[in-house]
């Protein structure tokens, strides 16, 4: 078969081979509790607190690819829109991802989906390409946020700027500096070459 109609894989589906059914429903219960998990890591920080969501969100994307990083962010979203406190505090409902703070969950889907997409183009192979394939997946969420907690409070974008935006960015870096040195190790572990 021709190499170059073959799908790059990520790193799990490389692990995993073959990725059945019962495999991918297991890592998507898998990652969601993950990401629900994350959320618990709270630092208040004025009007928006810090949590390490995104974190779980990019690696989620990262190592299951677009389609499963994305459909394991929306269980994420239903299983804490329907009452299990699985948002940032142990918070849940509807009413949270409708408030000030949906605009970052609603773009937790994207984000993964995209994070996932660089992925399975080979961008989580290397430190930098892994990096700004999760650089790129966290603009996603942090402009949803701005934009929506903007909207909610109606306050000007340019006023909520630092609070929803600026004030992450340092947390991101070190986030996306951690997750992107997983995958290049972990494809060294599983000793798959570099295409």
């Given amino acids: 078969m021709n190499a170059s109609i073959v799908k790059n894989e990520t790193l799990l589906q490389a692990a995993l081979t073959p990725l059945d059914f019962v495999k991918q429903v297991g890592l998507v219960v898998g990652f969601s509790l993950l990401t629900a998990l994350s959320a618990q890591i709270v630092i208040p920080t004025g009007r928006v607190p810090i949590t390490a969501q995104t974190f779980a969100v990019l690696l989620t994307g990262a190592l299951l690819g677009s389609r499963l990083g994305a459909i394991t962010m929306i269980v994420y979203l239903i299983e804490g829109a329907s009452g299990l406190p ?3 505090g142990g918070t849940s ?11 970052y969950l609603i773009a937790f889907p ?11 183009h080979g961008w989580d192979r290397r430190f930098f390409t892994a990096a700004i394939a999760m650089a ?3 603009a996603i969420i942090l402009f949803s946020g701005w934009l929506w907690y903007s909207f909610i409070v109606h306050t000007s974008p340019l006023l909520m700027l630092f609070d ?3 004030k992450f960015i340092p947390g991101e870096i070190i986030k996306i500096c951690l997750a992107a040195a997983v995958l290049p190790s972990g494809w060294k572990l599983i000793q798959k070459p570099d295409r």
């Fill in 86 to 88: 699985f948002f940032s």
């Fill in 93 to 103: 409902t509807l009413a949270h991802v409708m408030g000030p703070y949906g605009g």
């Fill in 110 to 120: 994207a984000a993964a989906f995209v994070t996932g997409a660089f992925a399975e």
């Fill in 136 to 138: 790129i997946g966290s």
């Fill in 164 to 166: 929803t935006v600026l």
